[in-house]
């Protein structure tokens, strides 16, 4: 299951598949820190750093966003 990526982030891929631009950056830093105090990595990198992992992570879909509901509600209206 495991097995050695090499990552280039593409922020943008990433928004197209979640479209709320400010709760990417809160979801890596919570992962990034479970990963530094006790959750192991699902993937594997040359690169060491739990930000990187984790931005790895949710670019894969290896983790999501919990009660996306609450969060688009917070899109404005904008036409």
Not at 43 to 69: G, H, Q
Request: charged share 35%.
């Amino acid at each position: 299951m495991e097995k050695m990526v090499k990552f280039e982030l593409k922020y943008d891929e990433i928004l197209e598949k979640i479209p709320y631009k400010y709760a990417i950056p809160v979801v890596v830093a919570k992962r990034a820190e479970a990963i530094r105090e006790y959750a192991k990595p699902f993937v594997i990198t040359e690169d060491e750093n739990p930000v990187s992992i984790a931005f790895m992570e949710l670019s894969m879909n290896y983790i999501r966003i919990k009660n996306e509901d609450i969060l688009k509600a917070l899109i404005p209206k904008v036409k």
